[in-house]
């Protein structure tokens, strides 16, 4: 394998100056330059990662912990952060918490010494036990980290999430101009900040319109194997219901399936509003209106300000990056 030092004996130089060539230092004139890169093509010289990242005190590696993979939202998040990390020349390990606040301590003492930085989307358990002394002993020891999607409010690190709470008001009120009158939202997301701040979009939009007469109705739902039994015998009981805002990847689609197994007419008799991307839409009939949450956006905004906070390109004050949904009218809403 041909290294620097075979580079630099051959073009009777320093060892230093190619170095400097190949880095495109300005201190090296651009023929010398040109010359090295030359050789080094034609050498098909290859530079020892290992080597370099112990000169520079830099894996430039990234740790990325998510909580499900299953979960189609987080799965092309990761795809995007991967696709990402690679043009900035980092490569990443991923680690699966599977909502386990055991297991995202675990993950994180596996990449303690291992990465230059983290990206993090916590785990239920997390939240729900409200137990972040392992995230903050992390940013305590100087690692920078961002926390994506699902994020710890007294943590102080950069954060990229979703504007949560307007999308679900804004879907509120579409369904209010369509003069939907019993309008419930499905939540399976209780005792995570994402559900919370959509559950407050929600009731908010409802408390202040002048002409809805219901309270609230906040139904909650486990995604689990009888989430269709549970959402049926729900919507049979409630015949009332008008509209539906489903706040999850999948319960959307299963409300929409359980109402035409109902005999309901949808838009006519009943709207239905999901919180997903495209990727649910090929399954639905009608086509699911849905809250399209950026995959990608949230994806290029929270590597960039990581890779930024590792190179030391930003200040030290942290930043919360809300990224703009946007509400895909489809099959299942009417235009207002």
Excluded: W
């Excluded at 230092?25 to 010398?32: F, K, M, Q, W």
């Amino acid at each position: 394998m041909i290294t620097l030092k075979d580079l630099a004996k051959e073009l009777k130089l320093s060892v230093s100056t190619v170095s400097k060539a190949l880095n495109d230092s300005y201190e090296i004139s651009e023929a010398t330059r040109e010359k090295v890169k030359k050789l080094a093509r034609k050498k098909n010289y290859k530079p020892n990662k290992a080597a370099v990242s112990l000169r520079k005190n830099k894996t430039k590696t990234i740790g990325v912990i998510i909580p499900n993979i299953l979960n189609p939202f987080f799965g092309r998040l990761l795809h995007n952060i991967e696709k990402g990390a690679s043009k900035y020349d980092y490569n990443i390990i991923t680690c699966i918490s599977n909502e386990s606040l055991e297991k995202e301590k675990k993950s994180l003492e596996l990449l303690d010494g291992s990465v230059d930085g983290i990206l993090i989307a916590v785990a239920k358990e997390t939240q729900t036990l409200n137990d972040a002394s392992h995230l903050k002993e992390v940013v305590d020891n100087k690692v920078p980290v961002v926390m994506f999607d699902r994020f710890i409010d007294s943590i102080k690190c950069d954060k990229v999430i979703t504007d949560d709470y307007k999308a679900v008001y804004d879907a509120t009120n579409h369904f209010l101009r369509e003069g939907r009158r019993h309008i419930v939202l499905l939540n399976s997301l209780s005792g995570l900040n994402v559900g919370k701040l959509r559950v407050n979009g929600y009731v908010d939009a409802i408390k202040q319109s002048v002409v809805y007469k219901e309270r609230p109705k906040v139904v909650e739902i486990a995604n689990d194997d009888l989430v269709d039994v549970n959402l049926a015998e729900y919507i049979r009981k409630e015949k009332t219901v008008d509209a539906i805002i489903a706040i999850d990847n999948t319960l959307g689609a299963v409300a929409l399936n359980v109402l035409k197994n109902q005999g309901k007419k949808i838009p006519d008799e009943v709207s239905v509003i999901g919180f997903s991307s495209k990727h649910i839409i090929v399954f639905t009939d009608p086509k699911l209106s849905t809250i399209a949450q950026q995959s990608r956006k949230m994806a290029k905004e929270s590597l960039r300000r990581l890779i930024d906070r590792i190179e030391k390109k930003k200040n030290k004050e942290s930043k919360t990056i809300i990224i703009k949904s946007k509400l895909e009218h489809r099959e299942t809403t009417k235009q207002t």
